[in-house]
């Protein structure tokens, strides 16, 4: 969303890479193949990490810049940014049978950017994560198992696929329901919980406060805030109570059944999620072009 806003003059370079520092302190971009070096301008073949002002370079590189801005005309470069969040099952903006294909899948996130002027120079970045040694944490205290570092793997595609629309309005109809479910839910499972888990309603804000770190450009309509914030919220919920569903001695003979049934009625709602995340991150990203 903030390299939207970037590359819509909506934000400036270092708005996209405070954003990144939020995520993880050390930020690398690598070159996947020879095609995606010599669409970005990353190193090949010698493939060594490039720092985060890479990213950059490498996002305005992609997009390339259209003959019409060129010329002083309005910008074309909108929608040469788009988010995929594919999962088993569900695989659509991407491309069948490559490794980007695969990759993105495994990490259940993407970003795929495209210059529109000319879609063949398409390319895929998937985040990959790195974490601290826990073994070295327990040694110094000042160390903390959290992500240490993100990089991001720079693929070539075929095109530039077609992406598919989310509607906003639908998105946030769904999820009024979906937060009563994932609400009743949750207190099914914590019925029987064990009396250091008394509280699995205070688990999930400490979740919500953690993703309330992470701002949104200050374009994003109120509406996509809300539906993103919704969506957070049953996510959470749903991490939660598969978490305490999963521990001994949560719950007991007697509300074990009942866990079953929230837990079963929980699992369609990662779709919900799923959907009304992509409804609200394309919304945000076209607020940020001109009508």
């Known amino acids: 969303m903030w390299a939207n806003a970037w590359l819509a003059g909506k934000a400036a370079p270092d708005d996209v890479l405070d954003a ?35 990213l950059l370079q490498t996002l305005r590189a992609a997009v390339g810049r259209s003959t019409s801005a060129a010329s002083g005309g309005p910008s074309t470069l909108r929608g040469t940014i788009n988010v995929v969040l594919p999962v088993p099952g569900d695989v659509r903006g991407l491309f069948a049978g490559t490794q980007f294909e695969r990759d993105a899948l495994a990490a259940g996130e993407a970003v795929i950017v495209a210059n529109p002027e000319d879609p063949t120079t398409a390319i895929g970045l998937v985040p990959e994560f790195s974490y601290s040694d826990v073994e070295e944490t327990l040694e110094d205290d000042a160390a903390t198992p959290e992500l240490c570092a993100l990089s991001w793997i720079v693929y070539s595609l075929p095109g530039a696929p077609v992406p598919d629309h989310y509607e906003l309005g639908d998105a946030e109809y769904t999820l009024r329901s979906a937060v009563r479910e994932a609400a009743d839910a949750l207190s099914t499972i914590g019925l029987g919980a064990a009396s250091d888990i008394d509280n699995p309603r205070g688990l999930v804000e400490q979740l919500l406060e953690s993703a309330r770190q992470h701002r949104v450009p200050d374009h994003a309509p109120t509406r996509a805030l809300r539906v993103l914030e919704n969506a957070a919220h049953i996510d959470a919920i749903i991490a939660v109570s598969a978490g305490l569903s999963r521990l001994p001695g949560a719950t007991g003979p007697q509300s074990s059944s009942e866990a079953q049934i929230a837990t079963d009625a929980l699992r369609p709602l990662t779709a919900v999620v799923r959907s009304a995340r992509m409804a609200a991150v394309n919304a945000i990203l076209d607020s940020a072009w001109p009508d």
């Open 20 to 54: 990144l520092s939020l995520w993880a302190p050390i930020q690398s971009v690598t070159a996947y193949d020879a095609v995606a070096a010599g669409h970005t301008g990353l190193p090949w073949p010698d493939v060594h990490d490039a720092g985060t002002v890479s």
